[in-house]
Every structure is written in structure tokens, then in C-alpha cells.
């Protein structure tokens, strides 16, 4: 079992003292530096709100595929919104070359999502389904995605305390191209995971800054063992605490400070069953404002720790990684 560290996060979510944002601060960052992830309690989202977004996730993929369809999901990873249907997307780990993306292809991602992002995003405007078809739907989802970028901030001030550059890192994510997911995989045979008929999702890292995971109990999720490459080790769900893991573009940021882990979604612990149970998951991914120049942070290079990585701007990296995830229309 992975052990993922725990951390009371009311000093941030709620009036705390200095000294004890200074704790909290230093048990994320060492969190990040070992592990890659950890789990906050006490975040300030209320377990009521999560599971109200739980149920809605679970009212739309319900849906009959023609009536999800009607917030389709653009042709390619450019405009991340709307409905992806299974076998859409295609997660992969540092895969760019036209021939081995197809080659990873033939064996599909078995499961289906819906991407939302800031209300007035103009690069990647909004896809909803209409009102009609599930009233209240959007109102809810539109609060929720308010409710995760507040708490996205308040772990960026956190981890500017850690580095001592107050407020920094919370500045450069002020246009809020932020993405709420919805993921549901759908229950299947085991055999067909066992036997790599199909997938849920292969190993990967997140390739934006933070990432918030809220999930329901069926488990499957892995992470990457830090001492032995390749060996992945089981994530047990927490109850009332959102996990939270760093990304490709922040451990770029932070000169490999912090580790952005690589995980993957499987099948859940045998229970004696023929089928895989249904399993609803909701990250909210974080990337910096598209302009931000990433590089070295200050307290992160040295004479003698370098700097590891070239500039890039957030939107170029972002949408290089994006291209590898999902097939043009054909």
C-alpha cells in the first residue's frame, strides 16, 4: 500500500496563526519532495458539496449516449471541453512520435468524461449540454469549479510559504485556465483488464501544476514506488480528504524539488467477482497563466543544484502534451 501522507490543512482553510501556516507549509512541501502527493484534511470544501457533485457526475453519465453527446468534445486536444465517449482519450507518459501514439492507441481507455473550466475562459469556452436535458446541472458544476480553484489557491500559498516567496505562485494562476473533470469508468470484466484487451488509464504524470483528486471508495488507484522504478503500489481512498499531487509543469518549476509521481487507475482489489465495479473519480487540474515564463524558482537553484530545464511558457508545454492525448477526428 502506498503510504501518502496526511495532512491537516484547517490552518490555510479556515483563521490560523502564522506559526501554524508555517507547519502546514513545510509538511506539504516535504510531502512533495518524497512523495509527490498528499492527502489534506480539513480543506474547507464541505463532504456535502463533494458528494452533491458525486451524485450530479453520476446523473450525467446515466444519460443516454446521444443526449451526452449533445456537449461533444472538440475533434483533438486543443479545446479541452464537453463529453468524451470511451476510446476518445488516450492517456499516455511522454509519447510524441505519430507512430507509437497509434501503436498505443489499439488498446483503449475504458472510460468516459466531461471537462468544464472557468466561465469566461475564451481559449477553451465552455461546452455544456442544454439545460433541458439535466436542469441544474450546469448552476452546480459552475459553483464546484469556484469551490476547487479557492482551494487551489490556498495550496499555492501554501507551497510560496514553503519557498519563502509569498504569494508568488498564486499570482501566475489568476487567469484560472483551470479544468474540472468528471470521470466515470464504467464497470467491465476483469478479464479484459487482466488480459489487456483494454485499459482504464495507463501509467502517467499530470502535466499541469496541481492537481486535486476527489474520489469515491471502489479504489484502483496506484502510484509509482520512489525506490523502485516500475513497481506501483495501491492508494487508499481517505474519507473527507481530496489528494493531491504535483505535475510535470511544477516539478519543472521547482528544478525537480518537488516529484511529480507517475500513477495509474487499474483494476480495483479482486473481491471475488467476475466484473470491475463502477468507479467515479473528480480531479481538478491546475495549470499556470498561459504567458508565465517556468523556470527555476527562487530557493530551488544553487551554484551547486543548477538550474535542470530550459524556459517554456505554461500554454506551449501544456498544449504540446495535450496533442499526445487525443486523436484528430477521422
Same mark, same amino acid.
Given at each position: 500500500?502506498?503510504?501518502?501522507?496526511?495532512?491537516?490543512?484547517?490552518?490555510?482553510?479556515?483563521?490560523?496563526?502564522?506559526?501554524?501556516?508555517?507547519?502546514?507549509?513545510?509538511?506539504?512541501?516535504?510531502?512533495?519532495?518524497?512523495?509527490?502527493?498528499?492527502?489534506?484534511? $480539513?480543506?474547507?470544501?464541505?463532504?456535502?458539496?463533494?458528494? @452533491?457533485?458525486?451524485?450530479?457526475?453520476?446523473?450525467?453519465?446515466?444519460?443516454?449516449? +446521444?443526449?451526452?453527446?449533445?456537449?461533444?468534445?472538440?475533434?483533438?486536444?486543443?479545446?479541452?471541453?464537453?463529453?468524451?465517449?470511451?476510446?476518445?482519450?488516450?492517456?499516455?507518459?511522454?509519447?510524441?512520435?505519430?507512430?507509437?501514439?497509434?501503436?498505443?492507441?489499439?488498446?483503449?481507455?475504458?472510460?468516459?468524461?466531461?471537462?468544464?473550466?472557468?466561465? *469566461?475562459?475564451?481559449?477553451?469556452?465552455?461546452?455544456?449540454?442544454?439545460?433541458?436535458?439535466?436542469?441544474?446541472?450546469?448552476?452546480?458544476?459552475?459553483?464546484?469549479?469556484?469551490?476547487?480553484?479557492?482551494?487551489?489557491?490556498?495550496?499555492?500559498?501554501?507551497?510560496? @510559504?514553503?519557498?519563502?516567496? @509569498?504569494?508568488?505562485?498564486?499570482?501566475?494562476?489568476?487567469?484560472?485556465?483551470?479544468?474540472?473533470?468528471?470521470?466515470?469508468?464504467?464497470?467491465?470484466?476483469?478479464?479484459?483488464?487482466?488480459?489487456?484487451?483494454?485499459?482504464?488509464?495507463?501509467?502517467?504524470?499530470?502535466?499541469?501544476?496541481?492537481?486535486?483528486?476527489?474520489? *469515491?471508495?471502489?479504489?484502483?488507484?496506484?502510484? +509509482?514506488?520512489?525506490?523502485?522504478?516500475?513497481?506501483?503500489?495501491?492508494?487508499?481512498?481517505?474519507?473527507?480528504?481530496?489528494?493531491?499531487?504535483?505535475? *510535470?509543469?511544477?516539478?519543472?518549476?521547482? $528544478?525537480?524539488?518537488?516529484?511529480?509521481?507517475?500513477?495509474?487507475?487499474?483494476?480495483?482489489?479482486?473481491?471475488?467477482?467476475?466484473?470491475?465495479?463502477?468507479?467515479?473519480?473528480?480531479?481538478?487540474?491546475?495549470?499556470?497563466?498561459?504567458?508565465?515564463?517556468?523556470?527555476?524558482?527562487?530557493?530551488?537553484?544553487?551554484?551547486?543544484?543548477?538550474?535542470?530545464?530550459?524556459?517554456?511558457?505554461?500554454?506551449?508545454?501544456?498544449?504540446?502534451?495535450?496533442?499526445?492525448?487525443?486523436?484528430?477526428?477521422?
Amino acid at each position: 500500500m502506498a503510504d501518502i501522507p496526511i495532512v491537516d490543512f484547517s490552518a490555510y482553510s479556515s483563521p490560523g496563526s502564522q506559526r501554524d501556516k508555517i507547519s502546514v507549509a513545510k509538511d506539504i512541501d516535504h510531502a512533495f519532495q518524497v512523495k509527490g502527493f498528499v492527502y489534506l484534511k $480539513n480543506h474547507g470544501i464541505s463532504q456535502q458539496r463533494v458528494e @452533491e457533485c458525486f451524485h450530479w457526475s453520476k446523473s450525467f453519465f446515466a444519460l443516454p449516449l +446521444e443526449t451526452k453527446n449533445l456537449a461533444p468534445h472538440p475533434p483533438g486536444g486543443a479545446h479541452h471541453r464537453g463529453y468524451s465517449a470511451p476510446g476518445l482519450e488516450k492517456v499516455s507518459q511522454n509519447q510524441f512520435d505519430a507512430n507509437e501514439l497509434t501503436k498505443a492507441r489499439e488498446i483503449p481507455d475504458y472510460k468516459e468524461s466531461f471537462e468544464s473550466g472557468n466561465v *469566461d475562459d475564451e481559449l477553451q469556452p465552455n461546452i455544456w449540454p442544454p439545460d433541458s436535458v439535466l436542469p441544474g446541472f450546469r448552476e452546480f458544476m459552475e459553483g464546484f469549479f469556484t469551490d476547487c480553484e479557492n482551494l487551489l489557491h490556498r495550496i499555492l500559498d501554501a507551497l510560496s @510559504e514553503a519557498l519563502n516567496v @509569498e504569494g508568488t505562485l498564486s499570482a501566475t494562476h489568476r487567469r484560472s485556465l483551470f479544468q474540472l473533470r468528471l470521470l466515470h469508468y464504467p464497470r467491465i470484466a476483469v478479464e479484459e483488464l487482466e488480459q489487456g484487451r483494454r485499459s482504464r488509464i495507463n501509467a502517467h504524470s499530470d502535466f499541469g501544476t496541481l492537481t486535486l483528486l476527489f474520489q *469515491d471508495s471502489v479504489g484502483g488507484l496506484e502510484v +509509482e514506488d520512489p525506490h523502485q522504478p516500475g513497481v506501483f503500489r495501491p492508494v487508499q481512498p481517505v474519507e473527507d480528504a481530496v489528494l493531491v499531487n504535483i505535475g *510535470d509543469l511544477m516539478a519543472r518549476w521547482s $528544478n525537480d524539488r518537488w516529484k511529480s509521481t507517475v500513477h495509474r487507475v487499474v483494476s480495483p482489489p479482486a473481491n471475488g467477482g467476475h466484473l470491475v465495479p463502477d468507479r467515479y473519480s473528480i480531479p481538478f487540474f491546475a495549470t499556470a497563466d498561459p504567458n508565465t515564463v517556468i523556470e527555476a524558482l527562487p530557493g530551488c537553484w544553487s551554484c551547486l543544484n543548477p538550474k535542470k530545464y530550459e524556459s517554456v511558457t505554461a500554454w506551449g508545454y501544456v498544449q504540446m502534451r495535450m496533442a499526445a492525448l487525443y486523436k484528430e477526428k477521422e
